[in-house]
């Protein structure tokens, strides 16, 4: 595993990386599980379901498996119904790694929100174009960070990454999210995932005003057991025009703090 690759896999953890040097998504606290604003796998949400992310770089959607990962599926659609990935930035993207967002830009959001949930068995692959938390190392560590691999991430499927989904349409809009600034702290000068949780979209238009962001995340429709296997790539869809600067692509991991 080359060095950018064990960075990245530290970021996607949330506070696991300083100890161990592996490539994994992080966050940055320890949240209770099954607590305020926490949920559990449950009937309501057993059928597949799409979400469509609209943008600032274009729109995607994603598909909902939760016969993948039951507890993140359901927490997932909660969090979607109460819209709090809205105005939500992709704070990490590593390029041939993964993008990384779920921090809101309200800082009470994070707070009622910031409890985890339960873990899920991996039953898929962590391949291009899959949806999967981020976590802090600890078991029971998932809440609302998350993170879609550009490549494959197989690596972590060892490690309770268990994706819940996957990019089914505008991929391309998902391999063209800003990714100039690199990695937050310790481990480069982007955007810090503590003062984004405390500070929300404050700090980050200030310091960090081009990074792309979520403009609505809404569940479009219920697609029914039969879907398109895992294995379909990702439908590759334009994506907005890049700006005219040159936009460098960040050397780090998805971490959630």
């Known amino acids: 595993m080359n060095r950018i690759t064990l960075a990245a896999t530290c970021a996607l953890f949330l506070l696991g990386c300083v100890a161990e040097h592996v490539d994994r998504p992080a966050t940055s606290q320890s949240n209770s599980s099954s607590g305020a604003g926490g949920s559990s796998a ?61 921090i809101n830009g309200d800082p009470a959001m994070n707070k009622t929100w910031g409890d985890s949930i339960q873990d899920d068995k991996v039953i898929e692959s962590n391949s291009r174009g899959m949806l999967t938390y981020a976590q802090t190392g600890m078991p029971n560590s998932r809440s609302t960070q998350l993170f879609i691999s550009y490549g494959d991430n197989s690596f972590l499927d060892g490690q309770r990454f268990a994706p819940f989904g996957r ?14 600034y690199g990695d937050g ?8 995932q503590g003062r984004i949780e405390s500070e929300g979209n404050r700090y980050l238009l200030k310091d960090f005003p081009k990074l792309d962001y979520i403009k609505t995340a809404r569940i479009i429709e219920a697609v029914g057991a039969e879907a398109e296997p895992a294995s379909e790539p990702a439908k590759e869809t334009s994506a907005a025009e890049p700006p005219a600067e040159s936009e460098q692509p960040a050397e780090a991991t998805p971490a959630a703090e």
């Open 42 to 102: 449950n009937g309501e949400s057993a059928e597949t379901f799409q979400v469509k992310f609209e943008t600032s770089r274009g729109d995607f959607v994603v598909e909902i498996h939760p016969d993948w990962a039951p507890n993140g599926a359901s927490h997932f659609r909660e969090l979607v119904e109460n819209k709090f990935y809205d105005d939500c930035r992709f704070f990490r993207v590593v390029s041939g790694f993964m993008a990384q967002f779920g």
């Open 167 to 180: 990019v089914v349409e505008g991929m391309a809009v998902v391999d063209q999210l800003y990714a100039g």
């Open 185 to 192: 702290p310790p481990m480069g000068n982007g955007p810090d």
